[in-house]
């Protein structure tokens, strides 16, 4: 155990430490769900998986608590693998490493997983507790929500029996949410040819790296940069007139993530290299004069490399240097109904070069399906322009707000009295498992609440310890207070 286990509250905590110690990224949670099945077992409770492999635990209602409305606790157990590049560590096997850094808890080097392991620990807390009051109790915790919403697309009519759902994969303490973003991945792909480097060239990689990252959907409006836009701009700025020819490009790991990385393997004249130097250099002092309030730590590399591959052809080399740079990323238009909130926006998150393609993945998320849909225009009309292959998978719906939401009158009047003031009902610009929910559940009450964690999906992860107990605060006192069947 490490010493965050002994932070308050304790049994919240001391599951998350324990959640730290398995190994559970996105479409490798298997050790980490066999655990808690396995714990589940031990505690007498009733424990069961779905066909997609989600766990369902059901719990009793205390005494006095038969007649109140079945509650769905709802947590992922899957979490983004991010590390900063100087960092050794393999996700697969090695353990998260937290700790305590003044106010807030974070790890050493990698993300942290609090989300949703902290969503996740209440949950574990919730069932253990005997002196909680509750109803009828059901906690659903989900695979593979960061890579795919593969557990809740996977949810089936008949699985739950509750009437609200409670998720807990919000990260600001004081906000409860009623309604997110829908999403849909769009995947570019350029075919390619290739020819042997020509004579006279030698290859360089060009390195831009150092950006804050972050999470696609909650901090695409924070002016972050996105290392694969970056590097492609000046791509698209240089090539010609240096004879740049280029070999591979690769740039960030996860859809849903800014990316913070991108590579470039070139090949360039002998006599443009000092060249290539003196506009590289000139390039992260524009950055850095652009962003740099923003992106505090982004550097350039420039170094010489040795490599046999071949150079894309000349075609094929114009077509994806253009679409990286046309390819619209970040904000594309903010909500006329909730302000301060983002309505669209496009993440272009990872781009990978083989042999015979380059592939570029990108997450596009709205509020509103139309929404969604102009986007899908916009970034097929830039791969029919560019002539390239453009394919839409995995759309997942939003959660449309419900302002008659029984649920969330109770939460608000709870929040107020605890604390004398009502909390901040949102909607975020994220994929929460909510909207998916909805189509077997039709009729479950929702809201999502949680701490205050930081910088998701990126190796500064960290969670305000304070709002832990706040949030268990309010876990305990809405489950007290959730009406009776009518």
């Known amino acids: 155990m490490s010493e965050i286990s002994q932070l308050e509250p304790q049994v919240v905590w001391q599951f998350f430490d324990k959640i730290c110690s398995i190994p559970h990224p996105s479409k490798h949670e298997e050790a980490l769900a066999l655990y808690v099945v396995e714990w589940a077992k031990s505690e007498g409770l009733n424990v069961r998986r779905d066909e997609v492999g989600n766990i369902i635990i059901t719990k009793p209602a205390t005494p006095g608590k038969e007649n109140c409305k079945g509650v769905v606790l709802q947590a992922h157990f899957d979490m983004v693998p991010q590390k900063n590049e100087d960092t050794v560590h393999d996700f697969l096997t090695d353990p998260i490493l937290p700790y305590i850094d003044g106010e807030w808890v974070t790890a050493k080097g990698t993300t942290l997983g609090a989300d949703n392991g902290m969503g996740m620990a209440s949950c574990m807390a919730v069932l253990v507790s005997k002196e909680i009051k509750h109803g009828p109790l059901e906690v659903l915790l989900t695979i ?95 090539a010609a007139e240096l004879g740049l ?17 991108a590579k470039a393997i070139v090949a360039v004249p002998a006599d443009k290299e000092a060249k290539l130097a003196e506009l590289f250099s000139q390039f992260e002092a524009m950055l850095s004069h652009e962003i740099g309030k923003v992106e505090t730590d982004l550097v350039t590399i420039n170094e010489a490399v040795t490599t046999t591959d071949k150079v894309l052809s000349l075609v094929d080399q114009t077509r994806f240097i253009a679409t990286l740079n046309a390819c619209p990323n970040g904000v594309i238009r903010m909500s006329d109904d909730i302000e301060g909130v983002v309505e669209s926006s496009l993440n272009v998150g990872v781009i990978t070069t083989e042999e015979s393609k380059i592939t570029v993945l990108c997450l596009l998320r709205s509020l509103m399906d139309s929404g969604r849909s102009n986007i899908e225009g916009i970034l097929s009309a830039v791969s029919q322009l560019a002539n390239i292959e453009c394919e839409f998978t995995g759309a997942y719906p939003g959660w449309k707000p419900d302002a008659d939401s029984e649920i969330m009158h109770t939460f608000r009047d709870v929040y107020e009295n605890i604390y004398g003031h009502k909390p901040n009902v949102m909607v975020i610009h994220a994929g929460l498992e909510c909207g998916l929910f909805k189509e077997p559940y039709p009729e479950m009450d929702m809201i999502s609440f949680g701490p205050t964690i930081k910088f998701p999906h990126s190796p500064d992860e960290k969670v305000k310890i304070d709002t832990v107990a706040l949030y268990w605060e309010q876990m305990i006192a809405i489950l007290d207070n959730i009406p009776e069947k009518v």
């Not at 020819?245 to 993530?257: K, V, Y």
């Open 245 to 261: 020819r280029l070999i591979s490009f690769n740039g960030g790991s996860l859809r849903n993530a800014i990316p913070r990385e």
């Open 144 to 238: 593979d929500e960061e890579a795919g919403m593969t557990g809740a697309f996977g949810l089936k009519a008949g699985w739950l029996e509750g009437d609200i759902l409670l998720n807990t994969d919000s990260e600001q303490e004081g906000e409860v949410y009623m309604g997110c973003a829908g999403g849909v991945d769009g995947t570019l792909t350029v075919n390619l040819t290739r020819e042997a480097i020509p004579a006279g060239l030698v290859t360089r990689k060009l390195v831009l790296k150092g950006l804050k990252g972050g999470h696609s959907g909650c901090d695409i409006h924070t002016g972050r940069g996105n290392a694969n836009k970056l590097l492609g701009r000046f791509l698209f700025g240089h």
